[in-house]
């Protein structure tokens, strides 16, 4: 492997990839650590020494997670790539339900240009609503409960003016840096953002484990944390290969088709999506208890939700990514086209008649795939609840549910590219 390894950077066109990569990687990581203009570095650090992580994370854990700890700084890459993944779900979802939409999905190459435009505009709005908001917790003092240390300069409009604008651009900013790795680097720009962002987070994470709980524990959460790792990759790989046949025709005077393929199914078709959709609808009520303090249903709320280690909270979370699970799937996967594109073309499921019967095995067999895979991201997204019950470390605990989907994945794809591309010049692979 590591023979290997140097062959990428022997050849030229790859070792300008990735250095082009990491160079981006370097100046984003710089953005994430810079507060912006209005921001008192001492107020920020008196706060996070004075309130337990863990209070905070529980508000905003899923921002928190894409910008690697930024938000919590104020930094000027604090929004992280959050608002541009709500920006491509609600694009995604608005698809299925927008004819206008669905019609330039199936353009093609100039329909998904426009798509990404939609895209880029969503994000920006999104951008302005987050910065406003957490601009607006900064200046009133709400950013940290708990906490009466001032985490900004002034409180004037003007100021406040500017700190959401610099974090609005700050995502803009994000977005350019993730398509020039994209086209000039190696893998997809917004998931090796994100790739790096969570694992920026990773030794702080076990840093803390080892001060609070020792050794013994520290070793024990990496071992548990390498063999969920390996867990995943191994279901994320898991695939289900319905073959597929093609009848020969006559297409002018010559004979085409007869080969047989496979329609790939994997075992988790949704990915991390239904962890996210679970996730932010989660919060919902926290956020409401935390700007509508008094009441029986705060009062409630708080207690069940808030700290993540209640029952009714772990069972709320697992339903709801089990039931997002389905519900993506069958938005993403639609058994009637894919059978229509199989019967126009003169393919076949053997034992299974072309049209309704097709369509009928392929949702079925979907539908037997998605029970196990959904089962699989709610354990997988009740790790960090667990680690909490079982070595008070909830919130320093690294190996979340999210965060190893995303890691995983985004390895794997990008591992997948850099051995395509040496193939191509070596026929081997980056991984022997």
């Known amino acids: 492997m590591l023979g290997t390894f140097a062959k990428a950077f022997r050849t030229p066109d790859l070792r300008q990839k990735i250095l082009f990569t990491l160079m981006i990687l370097v100046l984003f990581r710089i953005g994430s650590v810079i507060p912006v203009p209005n921001v008192s570095i001492q107020g920020i650090n008196q706060c996070q020494v004075e309130v337990a992580q863990g209070q905070t994370a529980g508000l905003y854990s899923m921002i928190n997670l894409f910008s690697g700890g930024a938000i919590l700084q104020l930094a000027i890459f604090a929004l992280g790539i959050m608002p541009y993944i709500t920006a491509s779900i609600i694009l995604q979802l608005l698809t299925v339900v927008i004819p206008r939409l669905e019609a330039l999905k199936k353009e093609g190459q100039s329909g998904q240009a426009k798509i ?13 609503l987050n910065a406003t908001a957490f601009s607006t917790l900064a200046v009133r003092g709400q950013l940290f409960q708990g906490c009466t240390t001032p985490v ?36 997809n720009g917004m998931s090796i953002l994100i790739f790096t962002q969570i694992a920026a987070g990773f030794p702080a994470g076990l840093w803390g484990i080892k001060e609070a709980k020792g050794w013994v524990s520290f070793l ?3 071992v548990v944390g390498l063999i969920v790792m390996a867990a995943v990759v191994f279901v994320e790989q898991a695939q289900r ?11 002018g005077r010559r004979l085409l088709g007869g080969s047989t393929t496979y329609i790939p199914l994997k075992v988790n078709q949704a990915g991390v999506i239904p962890v996210i959709f679970a996730s932010s609808v989660i919060y919902l009520p926290i956020l409401y208890s935390q700007f509508v303090p008094e009441g029986e249903v705060s009062t409630w709320i708080q207690t069940n939700f808030v700290t993540g280690e209640h029952p009714i909270y772990m069972l709320t979370l697992f339903l709801l990514i089990v039931g997002f699970a389905y519900f993506y799937v069958a938005i993403t996967f639609n058994p009637e086209e894919v059978a229509d594109n199989m019967k126009k073309y003169g393919g076949f499921i053997p034992g299974v008649r072309a049209g309704r019967a097709t369509q009928n095995y392929l949702a079925h067999v979907l539908s037997r795939l998605t029970f196990p895979g959904s089962l699989y991201l709610g354990l997988i997204a009740l790790l960090p609840s667990a680690a909490f019950i079982l070595l008070d470390a909830n919130q320093n605990f690294p190996f979340g549910g999210t965060s190893l989907l995303i890691i995983v994945g985004v390895g794997l794809d990008t591992v997948k590219q850099i051995q395509s591309k040496l193939q191509q010049r070596n026929y081997e692979g980056f991984l022997r």
Do not use: C, H, N
């Open 241 to 251: 290969r319905i073959p597929v046949q093609y009848a020969k025709r006559m297409v």
């Open 116 to 128: 990404t435009q939609y895209t880029r505009y969503l994000t920006l709005v999104l951008a302005v």
């Open 220 to 222: 024990l959460v990496l």
């Open 152 to 187: 900004v300069y002034s409180d004037a409009i003007f100021p406040t003016v500017v700190m959401v604008l610099t974090m609005t651009a700050g995502t803009s900013i994000i977005m350019w840096m993730g398509e020039l790795i994209t086209d000039r680097g190696v893998g």
